[in-house]
């Protein structure tokens, strides 16, 4: 555990919430005119797997931001 603060956590959560911004508006200007006239029911799955893809990096941040390693 730490014991003195760092300024990891702050930047961290920071560019944590500049990357979804932005990835946000890459898949809304991308892809989003690619699907938006398929069916509601053919959309969603395509938005699920767009929603659970900005997790897979997120574990080795989260390390970084509370231990300074990526690993």
Do not use: C, D, S
């Not at 989260?62 to 990526?70: A, Q, V």
């Amino acid at each position: 555990m730490r014991t003195e603060p760092t300024l990891r956590i702050p930047l961290g959560i920071l560019t944590l919430l500049a990357a979804l911004m932005i990835y946000g508006v890459l898949v809304a200007r991308y892809i989003a005119p690619w699907i938006e006239h398929w069916p509601a029911l053919a959309q969603t799955p395509v938005y699920v797997v767009l929603g659970v893809i900005w997790l897979l990096p997120l574990k080795r941040f989260l390390i970084w931001m509370e231990t300074g390693r990526w690993r």
